[in-house]
T-cell receptor, first 111, second 118 residues
Framework: AQSVTQPDIHITVSEGASLELRCNYS??????LFWYVQSPGQGLQLLLK??????LVQGIKGFEAEFKRSQSSFNLRKPSVHWSDAAEYFC?????????FGKGTKLSVIP | GAVVSQHPSWVICKSGTSVKIECRSL??????MFWYRQFPKQSLMLMAT?????????EQGVEKDKFLINHASLTLSTLTVTSAHPEDSSFYIC??????????????FGDGTRLSIL
């Protein structure tokens, strides 16, 4: 069965520091992969997606993610975190029709 | 673009009543809509998938008679929680997508509905 794992429940970084949020997937074929961000009490906003092609994907708000087949990973990165990036981040993957979401990583940003 | 509106954002009602939640795609036609449930500090759990004009496909363990889903048009889907009880209290989120397949377009999410049953 397909699964998406986010090993880190909560990460705290200082404003201006770099960020990497981990995501691992388990799927028979190459899945479609996404990162979403959720602010408290709100829905999810798409940050970026990977379908095929270039394994380094650029998204909105300065985020990027790299698909590494050998490691079954799709980690999200940002070179310099802003206080407004504090939120819950969800990695999602799936096949043709549905998505499976990871349990999320809460990001806290220290001024 | 790709705005999904969900209404109401918050509802409180008495046990035993039915509650309807609307999900609208404002600037695109949503071939497929999804309904998720999110428990506090947890991930999204897919409840059902609905394609316009077809019956919804429910995930295992989701009671179709309790959670009625209607997707009568390409811009509107509704979730009705029938005879709601306190254990149905949760955050419900809808999403909408152009096309039937994940690689057609990504899912775009509404802002969610917080349902509290007293």
């Amino acid at each position: 069965a397909q699964s998406v794992t986010q090993p880190d429940i909560h990460i705290t970084v200082s404003e201006g520091a770099s960020l990497e949020l981990r995501c691992n997937y388990s799927y028979g074929a190459t899945p479609y992969l996404f990162w979403y961000v959720q602010s408290p009490g709100q829905g999810l906003q798409l940050l970026l997606k990977y379908f095929s092609g270039d394994t380094l994907v650029q998204g909105i708000k300065g985020f990027e993610a790299e698909f590494k087949r050998s490691q079954s990973s799709f980690n999200l990165r940002k070179p310099s975190v802003h206080w407004s990036d504090a939120a819950e981040y969800f990695c999602a993957g799936g096949g043709s029709y549905q998505l499976t979401f990871g349990k999320g990583t809460k990001l806290s940003v220290i001024p | 673009g790709a705005v999904v509106s969900q209404h109401p954002s918050w509802v409180i009602c008495k046990s035993g009543t039915s509650v309807k939640i609307e999900c609208r795609s404002l600037d695109f036609q949503a071939t497929t809509m999804f309904w998720y449930r999110q428990f506090p500090k947890q991930s999204l759990m897919l409840m059902a998938t609905s394609n316009e004009g077809s019956k919804a496909t429910y995930e295992q363990g989701v009671e179709k008679d309790k959670f009625l889903i209607n997707h009568a048009s390409l811009t509107l889907s509704t979730l009705t929680v029938t005879s709601a009880h306190p254990e149905d209290s949760s955050f419900y989120i809808c999403s909408a997508r152009v096309g039937f397949r994940t690689d057609d377009q990504p899912q775009h999410f509404g802002d969610g509905t917080r349902l509290s049953i007293l």
